[in-house]
T-cell receptor
Framework: QKEVEQDPGPLSVPEGAIVSLNCTYS??????FMWYRQYSRKGPELLMY????GNKEDGRFTAQVDKSSKYISLFIRDSQPSDSATYLC????????FGAGTTVTVRA | KAGVTQTPRYLIKTRGQQVTLSCSPI?????VSWYQQTPGQGLQFLFE???????NKGNFPGRFSGRQFSNSRSEMNVSTLELGDSALYLC???????????FGPGTRLTVT
């Protein structure tokens, strides 16, 4: 079993829809959680960084962490075609463990 | 502030050769980590350097090595290249006292 599980999708939504992404993890020692966006043939771009359980909002993005369930989520409101990318969850300390990434397509 | 830079961006090598990749972190960041990204295995941690010392290492063979210089720039070396080493090699830097990592564009290595 992988340390971090993420449904690879693909996920296709119409423009303006809410995109919901999630990851589960098995290592209860994980304290820091991140979401990255990666466009084709580019490096991952940090979107959200959270430490504690609860919600964190940044513009159209909301990250949720539920440590008791070992479950994290990312919501993208009012999705745009430019949001089409692969979204990766990551967690850990110095060494990050990544999910497989979910490929999202937002249809205009 | 400039982001993480990596050189070269693309590289083609022959099996058995060795290769050196370079990474310059964000100014002020002293921690540099390296990751390998492949379609089959995803993103996997190689190692982390802080103040010229390797602090953490992933589960890769000894053919993968690295170093960090006093200006925080880092290099990664892969010796005796194998076809399976074809991947996107990503470098990430981290500000001291925080755990978020910022990635560079990567070096795409193809081994033929």
């Amino acid at each position: 079993q992988k340390e971090v599980e993420q449904d690879p999708g693909p996920l296709s939504v119409p423009e303006g829809a809410i995109v919901s992404l999630n990851c589960t993890y098995s290592n209860s020692a994980f304290q820091y959680f991140m979401w990255y966006r990666q466009y084709s043939r580019k490096g991952p771009e940090l979107l959200m960084y959270t430490y504690s359980s609860g919600n964190k909002e940044d513009g159209r993005f909301t990250a949720q962490v539920d440590k008791s369930s070992k479950y994290i989520s990312l919501f993208i409101r009012d999705s745009q075609p430019s949001d089409s990318a692969t979204y990766l969850c990551a967690m850990g300390f110095y060494k990050l463990s990544f999910g497989a990434g979910t490929t999202v397509t937002v249809r205009a | 502030k400039a982001g993480v830079t990596q050189t070269p961006r693309y590289l083609i090598k022959t099996r058995g050769q060795q290769v050196t990749l370079s990474c310059s972190p964000i100014s002020g960041h002293r921690s540099v980590s390296w990751y390998q990204q492949t379609p089959g295995q995803g993103l996997q941690f190689l190692f982390e350097y802080f103040s010229e010392t390797q602090r953490n290492k992933g589960n890769f063979p000894g053919r993968f090595s690295g170093r960090q210089f006093s200006n925080s720039r880092s290099e990664m070396n892969v010796s005796t290249l194998e076809l399976g080493d074809s991947a996107l090699y990503l470098c990430a830097s981290r500000p001291t006292g925080s755990y978020e990592q910022y990635f560079g564009p990567g070096t795409r290595l193809t081994v033929t």
